[in-house]
């Protein structure tokens, strides 16, 4: 079963609710992903995914396998999008989620993907 954190993470991801990114997030919390300066505190984390996500207008993160062992919860992801031009952006990836010892909030959150081909993908030729 997944933790009810990761689900509403997810939800907001895919609907742009930035408010419950916002609050989905522990006050000092942290992100980690491959290639970029780690993000600290609830507020920098939610003002980073508009902008990552600006470059993809239709984004779609499918859980497709989920791993929990106690308060750390793994999660594969299949990732679908198109860029401003229509073009199709797929990847997958791995979430790693450290929740707060009561489950109830994201601890750290570290992502793992192949940067240089979703760099290819994104890329204005």
């Known amino acids: 079963m997944t933790p009810s954190a990761v689900e509403r993470y997810f939800a907001a991801v895919n609907d742009e ?3 419950t ?5 522990a006050p000092d919390a942290e992100l980690v992903s491959v290639g970029a ?19 993809l207008p239709v984004h779609h ?3 497709t396998r989920v791993v929990v062992a ?3 919860v793994l999660v594969e992801i299949h990732f679908s999008g198109r860029t401003p031009a229509g073009d199709p952006v797929e ?6 989620f450290d929740l707060t010892d009561d489950g ?8 793992w993907y192949d940067t ?6 994104v890329r204005v030729p």
């Open 17 to 19: 609710d930035w408010a």
């Open 21 to 25: 990114i916002r609050d989905v997030f």
């Open 37 to 55: 300066p780690t993000r600290h505190g609830r507020e920098e984390i939610a003002d980073h995914f508009p902008k990552v996500l600006a470059a």
């Open 61 to 63: 993160d499918e859980p």
């Open 70 to 72: 106690g308060t750390v």
């Open 91 to 96: 990847f997958d990836a791995v979430d790693v």
């Open 104 to 111: 109830t909030r994201i601890a750290r959150l570290s992502t």
């Open 116 to 121: 240089a081909a979703v760099g290819r993908m």
